[in-house]
């Protein structure tokens, strides 16, 4: 199963981006992920223009899951069997919706097959970029039975 995870805006921070380079390596063996980007929208246009730009790069047969502070917390190890589940569906194309600033619109929240938070925290949306990468990587040793910290 390929990954792709659709963002709103780059990674303007190296840190982000040496910390998401990082997990994208890592994953490589494992479960490729692939990551393209959306402009934000300007502040008159809002998450409406955002989510639309998202929706217009997923088919209609793509598994999509949206990241939003609104959705269901779960565990690693629930993650790791979302993941397995899904491809053993046969599922060949998993998209990870990362809204902007601004959030999702509802557009994109109604056609999400999942809608995933990752904490009742608020997070930079740059900064969920690399926690998404973090835990795929995570979930991916968790499946191979692999310890996850070497």
């Not at 692939?34 to 209609?60: H, M, Q, T, Y």
């Not at 959705?71 to 790791?80: D, K, P, Q, V, W």
């Not at 990468?133 to 040793?141: G, I, M, N, P, S």
Request: charged share 25%; aromatic share 6%; hydrophobic share 45%.
């Amino acid at each position: 199963m390929n990954i792709e995870i659709i963002a709103v805006d780059k990674l303007r921070e190296p840190y982000l981006r040496d910390g998401c380079a990082l997990y994208q390596q890592r994953l490589q063996p494992l479960l490729p992920v692939s990551i393209s980007e959306v402009r934000p929208s300007a502040k008159d246009e809002g998450i409406i223009a955002e989510g639309e730009a998202i929706l217009r790069r997923v088919d209609s047969d793509v598994l999509l899951w949206a990241l939003d502070q609104s959705g269901h917390n779960i565990t690693s190890h629930e993650l790791a069997r979302k993941l397995s589940a899904a491809e053993q569906t046969g599922c060949r194309r998993l998209v990870l919706a990362i809204g902007g600033a601004i959030g999702l619109s509802p557009a994109l929240r109604k056609r999400a097959d999942f809608v995933w938070s990752l904490s009742e925290l608020t997070f930079l949306h740059e900064m969920a970029r690399l926690i998404v990468l973090e835990q795929l990587y995570r979930a991916a040793k968790i499946n191979r039975g692999e310890p996850y910290h070497r």
